[in-house]
Structure formats: C-alpha cells, structure tokens
C-alpha cells in the first residue's frame, strides 16, 4: 500500500523530526514516496538561500537515515503539485477555507498573510491525491486538512467524474512525540524560535549535552523522583521517552543528573552513525542529487497520469 510523507524545510532536522518521522519512516520503505515540501515553505516569510540550503540538507539527511529504498524528491521539481493544486482551489471554497484552524491560529494577529498560507491545506490535498494513497496515517494537528483532502475529492467526483481515490484516515504508528526541552508542555519543533530547547540532528555531542544539561525538570528531590508524569512531570516524562526511545535505560537511575548523564550519552550514540553517514553523502553531494533526480522522474510519471484525468475532467 502506497505511503505518502512529507518534511517542510523550514528549519535543521531535530530530535522529534527523527523519533517521531524519520525513524518509522526508514521502517516502511515499500511503495513510500516521501518528500521535502519546499513549496509549503514559502507560505511565511522566507530567505531563499537559506531554504535551498534546508532542502539540501535535509536531503542529505534523508539518505543518512537509510531512507535509500524510498522514492525521495523535493516537491516544487514534481509539478503535477501544483498543477493539481490550481485545479482543486477551483473546487475548493474560501467559507471552508476560513474554518481551518492552522490559518485562524497562524494569521492570528496580523493584517495579512501570504495568499497562499491560505491555500496551502488545498496544495497539501493536492500532494495526496496525486499518489493515490488508500490510507493516510494523520496527526491531530493535520486531521483537518485531510478531512478537506476528502471533502474535495469526493466534491470533484461527484462533480465532474471519478478522478480520485478517496483517502481514508488511520491513526499514526505510535511514534514518540519528543516536547521541547526548555518548555516540556509543547513540541519540539524545527521552526521554532526555542535554540535551548531544540536538538538538532548535526548538533556535536558538546551542544548535546549542554542542552540536555539544561533541560527543564522540576523541584522534587524525592526518592521516586525519576519516574514518568505527563501532567505533574512533563520535563522528567519527555526526558524518559528520549531515553527510551534512543535505546537507554532509566534502571537505576534515581537523579536527574544521572537521567541527563544517560539522556546525554543515547543521544549522542543515536546521531553519531546518522552524523558520519551526513558527513560522507555531504562530500559526495552528486550521489544524493542523482537519487532525488531518480525519486522525482518517478514521481513525474506516477503523478502525470492523475492530473491529465482530473484536467481532462474539469473541461482543460
Ligand atoms: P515546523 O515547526 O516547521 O512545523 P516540525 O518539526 O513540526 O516543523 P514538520 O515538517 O511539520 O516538522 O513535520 C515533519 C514530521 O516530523 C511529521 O511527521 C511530524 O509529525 C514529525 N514531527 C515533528 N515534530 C515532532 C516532534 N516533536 N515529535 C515527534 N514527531 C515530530
Ligand atoms: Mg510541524
């Protein structure tokens, strides 16, 4: 069955973008197309250098993660994205469009917002109905615009003919969800403007350890002070699931200086061999270009067939 995932370039890859994505992402690799969403990049304020610096590197990553059995391709080099987007925002309306929560939560505030913050869920809807996909595993924060994805699918057949398959909604696998270190009660997040709170993939293992040093814990000196929390312990909690899901243990261990010590070291030990696999694509970047390049023609073929139906229906 076919898999669909994609990473924005909007900042350096993190922790949480490793336990949360990449990680079960290198684990279902069979008919996975799994993309750099550049074009979802530019719905903010951006500097162009520094987001084709992102795409390679996240690129980069994307390969020293093992991702080498996927279909990999940056989005704007595919563009049946936005061809099938224009066709959807024509099946689309703005009173839908008004209800999404991310645009309400982001254009919170400000006068105004890049048009196309507005119609991003439309280009996300289009990024899904390209491939296909029988099912699509969703986090609470996207449900709304895969709803949306649904809503105009099923518009468009109705309308004008049965293009696309509509997607049904799953469950993500239970990844980790890694919280910020310096404020444990939200994500952790590469966009974000939190640089103690934030692990990066390319961190060295010095910026490792004094981030996790500093990481926010709480006061209890108690003697079952190491133990998971959610709502009393969350800083304790989150260091707890790194832990563990970076293949450490917390046996034994009764003090938050042991806890850092050992969050430290599984850590460090989790990114070392992605950091040595970085460092050697990064001295060969035509090898990773050639497979991206590979990715996308892939996906040009695959996606060509599926905007020609919904062109060819629509009356283009
Ligand atoms: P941004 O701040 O730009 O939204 P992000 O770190 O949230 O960046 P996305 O590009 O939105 O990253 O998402 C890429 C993938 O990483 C998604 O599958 C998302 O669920 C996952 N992910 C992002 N942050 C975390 C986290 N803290 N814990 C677990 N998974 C995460
Ligand atoms: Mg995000």
């Given amino acids: 069955?076919?898999?669909?995932?994609?990473?924005?370039?909007?900042?350096?890859?993190?922790?949480?973008?490793?336990?949360?994505?990449?990680?079960?992402?290198?684990?279902?690799?069979?008919?996975?197309?799994?993309?750099?969403?550049?074009?979802?990049?530019?719905?903010?304020?951006?500097?162009?250098?520094?987001?084709?610096?992102?795409?390679?590197?996240?690129?980069?990553?994307?390969?020293?993660?093992?991702?080498?059995?996927?279909?990999?391709?940056v989005q704007s080099r595919v563009a049946a994205h936005t061809g099938l987007a224009y066709v959807l925002e024509c099946t689309a309306y703005t009173g839908e469009l008004n209800?999404?929560?991310?645009?309400?939560?982001?254009?919170?505030?400000?006068?105004?917002?890049?048009?196309?913050?507005?119609?991003?869920?439309?280009?996300?809807?289009?990024?899904?109905?390209?491939?296909?996909?029988?099912?699509?595993?969703?986090?609470?924060?996207?449900?709304?615009?895969?709803?949306?994805?649904?809503?105009?699918?099923?518009?468009?057949?109705?309308?004008?003919?049965?293009?696309?398959?509509?997607?049904?909604?799953?469950?993500?696998?239970?990844?980790?969800?890694?919280?910020?270190?310096?404020?444990?009660?939200?994500?952790m997040g590469k966009s974000h403007d939190d640089a103690a709170g934030v692990v990066h993939l390319l961190d060295p293992p010095d910026v490792v350890r004094r981030k996790v040093s500093r990481a926010v814990t709480d006061s209890d000196v108690g003697a079952d002070a190491v133990r998971p929390d959610r709502e009393a312990k969350p800083g304790v909690t989150n260091l707890l699931e790194i832990l563990t899901a970076c293949g450490g243990s917390a046996t034994g261990i009764t003090t938050y200086g042991a806890l850092k010590a050992a969050v430290t070291d599984a850590v460090v030990a989790a990114l070392d061999p992605i950091q040595k696999a970085h460092a050697d694509l990064a001295s060969d970047p035509g090898h990773v270009q050639s497979v991206f390049a590979a990715g996308e023609q892939r996906c040009r073929d695959v996606t060509a067939p599926v905007l020609a139906a919904a062109q060819a229906a629509i009356g283009l």
């Fill in 1 to 73: 069955m076919t898999t669909l995932s994609l990473i924005k370039p909007t900042g350096h890859l993190t922790l949480g973008n490793l336990l949360g994505a990449l990680r079960p992402m290198a684990e279902r690799q069979d008919d996975a197309f799994y993309g750099i969403a550049d074009l979802h990049a530019l719905t903010v304020r951006h500097s162009p250098a520094t987001l084709r610096a992102l795409t390679d590197e996240i690129a980069t990553l994307m390969l020293a993660v093992g991702l080498d059995r996927s279909t990999l391709f």
């Fill in 99 to 187: 209800r999404m929560i991310q645009f309400k939560e982001k254009g919170r505030g400000v006068d105004s917002t890049r048009a196309s913050l507005y119609t991003y869920p439309v280009l996300m809807a289009a990024d899904i109905l390209l491939y296909r996909p029988e099912q699509v595993p969703v986090g609470d924060d996207q449900r709304q615009h895969v709803e949306l994805t649904r809503d105009l699918a099923m518009r468009f057949n109705a309308t004008y003919g049965p293009v696309f398959t509509v997607p049904e909604m799953t469950a993500p696998p239970a990844g980790a969800r890694v919280m910020s270190l310096s404020d444990p009660t939200t994500k």
